[in-house]
Nanobody, 124 residues
């Protein structure tokens, strides 16, 4: 059974940093692109970042480029999202997702597995 479990979501002040983790189990981790999405209330899933399995090429939404960093540790079956200079409007639930293959897709429907999400709250 495939499981993705996010952690690290907490309440932080605007401008602060936060690191999220996602531990995977039940899959061949190094065969999957790993991604992060977020969903504000009333909105659809928004692509945040993704990382390939082979050369760990990273991709980011324009809104987070330069502030967020995605990393993966295949040995630990874990993907991380380091978020700096957080903004109040980034308060939402962050989801980890896995997509089999090498291609980076920014559409949520293309991902095969999802975690339950972790709440990030950025207070002004």
């Amino acid at each position: 059974q495939v499981q993705l479990v996010e952690s690290g979501g907490v309440l932080v002040l605007a401008g602060c940093s936060l690191s999220l983790s996602c531990v995977a189990s039940g899959l061949f981790f190094n065969r999957y692109v790993m991604g992060w999405f977020r969903q504000a209330p009333g909105n659809g899933l928004e692509f945040v970042s993704a990382i390939t399995l082979s050369d760990s090429s990273a991709y980011y939404a324009d809104s987070v480029k330069g502030r967020f960093t995605i990393l993966r540790d295949n040995a630990k079956m874990t993907v991380y999202l380091q978020m700096n200079s957080l903004k109040p409007k980034e308060t939402t639930v962050y989801y980890c997702a896995a997509r089999i293959g090498e291609m980076i897709i920014r559409t949520a429907a293309a991902y095969n597995y999802w975690g339950p999400g972790t709440q990030v709250t950025v207070s002004s």
